[in-house]
C-alpha cells in the first residue's frame, strides 16, 4: 500500500543516517524523502496508466528536489536517498529492497534502445556519490559501488580462428 511504502522510507531513513534527529525532520526536511514520496505517488499513477500526470508529478518533484526518479522505474522497499541532489533513475531502472543511494548517482541509459535500457539493483546495495551505472547491467545483491565509479556493459568484438565471438563484459 502506498502510505506503508512512505512510512517505510521514512524509517529507512532515520535507521541508516546518523544525523537524522526525527521522523518529522526526514518527512519535512529531507530532499530524498521528498522525492521519494513523489516518486511512489506518480509510480501509483503510472501504473494505473496516468502516464502525463505521473511524468508531471515527477518533473515538479525534480525542479523542487534536484531528484528525478522516472515514474517508470521500479523502486522496491525501504530505499534512502542520502545528500540526494543529482540523483537521476532512468525509466526502466530497477532498485532492490533497502538500498542506500548518495548523491549525484545516475542509474542511466546508453541510447536509444528500445526495452529493458537502465540498470537493476539487488537488494542491499550502496551506490556511492557520482557514481554511474549505465545500460542494462545488474548489480548483485549486498555490492557496493565506488564513489565516482563508472559501471557499464561493454562488448567486444573479437576475432579469433576466424570466428567471430560477441564476449559481454
Known amino acids: ?22 521522523y518529522a525532520e526526514i518527512l519535512f526536511l529531507y530532499q530524498g524523502g521528498h522525492a521519494l514520496i ?12 496516468h502516464f502525463f500526470l505521473a511524468r508531471w508529478i515527477s518533473q515538479h518533484s525534480r525542479k523542487r528536489t534536484l531528484i ?22 532512468g525509466e526502466t531502472a530497477e532498485v532492490g529492497d533497502n538500498c542506500l543511494i548518495y548523491q549525484c548517482v ?8 528500445i526495452g ?3 540498470p537493476t539493483l539487488g537488494k542491499n546495495v550502496m551506490v556511492g556519490a557520482s557514481a554511474q551505472v549505465l545500460g542494462p547491467i545488474y548489480i548483485g545483491d ?28
Open 1 to 22: 500500500m502506498l502510505i506503508d511504502e512512505i512510512i517505510l522510507d521514512v524509517k529507512t531513513a532515520k535507521k541508516m543516517d546518523p544525523a537524522a534527529k526525527s
Open 38 to 49: 513523489t516518486y511512489r505517488i506518480a509510480h501509483w499513477l503510472y501504473i494505473r496508466k
Open 68 to 89: 528525478e526518479i522516472h515514474s517508470g522505474a521500479i523502486l522496491g522497499h525501504g530505499i534512502f536517498i542520502d545528500h540526494g541532489a543529482g540523483v537521476v533513475i
Open 106 to 113: 545516475t542509474l542511466g541509459g546508453t541510447g536509444k534502445d
Open 116 to 118: 529493458k535500457r537502465h
Open 142 to 169: 549486498n555490492c557496493k559501488v565506488a564513489s565516482n565509479a563508472v559501471v557499464l556493459i561493454l562488448y567486444l568484438l573479437v576475432l579469433q580462428k576466424r570466428e567471430c565471438l560477441l564476449n559481454q563484459w
